[in-house]
């Protein structure tokens, strides 16, 4: 039997109670529309992080950041050092270990990938872009010069005057990653002979290919003089810079020249190193001591313009410091 003052609850407000009841017990999560927002916290009021950063230059604004970085890893490694001198954003893109490990590997390639990363623990600390400045490297971004003087005296004339010459002459050396260099003695200037130091050069232009290796900063160079009677030209060089990861300069600690004795037919064109086993004959050996000037590094974009393109009457002697 029903009680006659039971309440008669309309079905609208059922269906509230009862939605209500449920929001009561369902736990809210609002954090949950946050998924996929983002969200930056409110600096205070006239801080400097409080205003809109915007960069100024017009190159950041059009240019993407991935693009940026496509541009820096085709990048010669002379040229990143000039790089991270424009902006502050470039110095810190041009800090990724990327760029500098590639040209490392690179210019020690003759070492082996494996002997480079030990060495790259052991000595510099695991970091790529402190190996490129502090390890002795070989440049490949231009030439070598040696620029020799010497007084030579001419011919007497009467009983008068003794007249004496100023000659001056060149070595030049262009070295490869591959361990292989070219070297020439010539008494034209560097913005000459830069034009024909490629292997596609003739024999006329008296340039002469051979093979080097790099020990720490010692440099051992060879090469051969063709001809019927071959020689053996061979050259110890110390590298050293004038600034931290210059390598800007050669010392020639030794200069010797000797005989070689071959049991086998040499093809004009054919590669002497390479081809036939060589003996050297010692007793024939000759040690150079004059001509030893230090090699002086000119870049490619500077051989126009370098001071060693100076004749004799206006520069009788270059110290390369």
Request: net charge positive; aromatic share 12%; charged share 25%.
């Amino acid at each position: 039997m029903n009680s006659d003052f039971a309440l008669q609850i309309p079905a609208e407000l059922e269906t509230a109670l009862q939605l209500k009841t449920v929001q009561y017990l369902v736990t809210k999560r609002p954090w949950l529309d946050l998924y996929g927002v983002n969200v930056r916290p409110v600096a205070p009021y006239g801080s400097a992080s409080r205003r809109v950063n915007v960069d100024p230059a017009l190159i950041h604004r059009c240019l993407p950041d991935e693009l940026l970085f496509e541009v820096f890893s085709r990048m010669a490694p002379y040229d990143l050092g000039r790089a991270a001198c424009v902006c502050r954003k470039w110095r810190y893109t041009l800090r990724n270990p990327i760029f500098w490990r590639n040209a490392c590997l690179k210019a020690w390639q003759l070492s082996g990938m494996v002997e480079n990363y030990k060495i790259l623990q052991s000595k510099y600390e695991s970091s790529w872009r402190k190996m490129w400045l502090l390890r002795p490297r070989i440049r490949i971004d231009g030439l070598y010069v040696s620029r020799n003087t010497y007084i030579r005296a001419g011919v007497r004339e009467w009983t008068v005057t003794n007249p004496v010459h100023l000659v001056c002459y060149y070595r030049y050396m262009r070295f490869f990653p591959s361990g292989r260099f070219l070297y020439k003695t010539s008494g034209q200037t560097v913005k000459e002979v830069v034009k024909c130091m490629s292997f596609r050069a003739s024999k006329t232009d008296g340039v002469f290919s051979g093979r080097y290796t790099l020990t720490d900063d010692k440099v051992e160079a060879t090469f051969m003089y063709p001809g019927l009677c071959p020689t053996m030209w061979r050259a110890c060089l110390r590298l050293r810079g004038t600034t931290l990861g210059a390598n800007n300069r050669m010392d020639l600690l030794s200069l010797s020249t000797s005989k070689v004795n071959s049991d086998g037919i040499i093809e004009p064109g054919e590669d002497i190193l390479g081809s036939v086993e060589l003996q050297e004959n010692v007793i024939s050996r000759i040690s150079h001591q004059r001509g030893l000037v230090p090699f002086a590094f000119v870049p490619f974009e500077e051989v126009e313009t370098s001071v060693l393109n100076l004749p004799v009457e206006k520069m009788d002697y270059y110290v390369p410091g």
